[in-house]
């Protein structure tokens, strides 16, 4: 009586941000709203670490959903092993290790990256659950979240974007380019004198021969 559930969304973002935020282990639940817990609880003692594409852990998560009128909260121990097939292809398998309430809950999440610079994620799971909970209640609660769970991993990689094209941005501006005049680079020039910036430091020996237009400034010959 196990059930297959599946979802697919397109991230208007790279790969490797919807990548950072599925291996974001420990920080799940800031992000998917059914969950209230995320932990890992174990992980290989090599050097590996989350997010590079051979990391391996145990992770412990707890969720919250209400079946038939009745709310309860599902814990699920679950083996987590990273897989990547190059830089357009990464999957995350997961499989059910201890539960009081699934005998099976097993899948993958896998992304892919687009030639547009988006990512579609794909998520797929196999349940099964113990107990009288009847599996057809459980396949339609499931398939009530996961699309949900999915939209929310996609706002939070596109969201991680923003703020780092933000951060880009405020770098650019806070870089200082001196330029001197034109009127003021010829009259040096013409007296063979060093072209000096406003602080008095030397940037350019004028005693050559060089051209610029009229609207052209030192900016592209100064040392930086």
Not at 39 to 64: I, N, P, W
Not at 87 to 114: H, P, T, V
Request: aromatic share 8%; proline share 4%.
């Amino acid at each position: 009586n196990s059930r297959r559930i599946e979802g697919r969304v397109v991230v208007d973002a790279p790969i490797a941000d919807v990548w950072a935020i599925l291996t974001d282990y420990d920080n799940l639940s800031t992000h998917v709203p059914n969950l209230i817990e995320s932990k890992r609880v174990s992980q290989d003692t090599g050097r590996d670490r989350q997010g590079s594409g051979t990391y391996k852990c145990r992770l412990y998560q707890r969720g919250a959903q209400k079946i038939i009128g009745f709310q309860f909260g599902a814990d699920v121990v679950m083996n987590m092993a990273e897989s990547t097939l190059g830089d357009y292809e990464r999957k995350i398998y997961f499989q059910c290790a201890e539960s009081l309430f699934f005998s099976e809950f097993d899948g993958e999440w896998r992304i892919e990256s687009n030639r547009d610079n988006t990512t579609t994620m794909y998520y797929v799971v196999d349940v099964r659950p113990k107990g009288p909970v009847p599996v057809a209640a459980l396949e339609w609660r499931i398939k009530e979240d996961v699309p949900t769970n999915m939209e929310a991993v996609r706002d939070a990689a596109m969201r991680r974007r923003r703020n780092a094209m933000l951060l880009s941005r405020e770098d650019i501006s806070n870089v200082i380019v001196n330029t001197i005049p034109i009127n003021t680079a010829r009259i040096a020039i013409k007296a063979g004198e060093k072209i000096t910036n406003t602080r008095g430091s030397i940037v350019s020996d004028t005693r050559r021969k060089l051209k610029w237009g009229d609207d052209e400034t030192l900016a592209a010959y100064l040392p930086f």
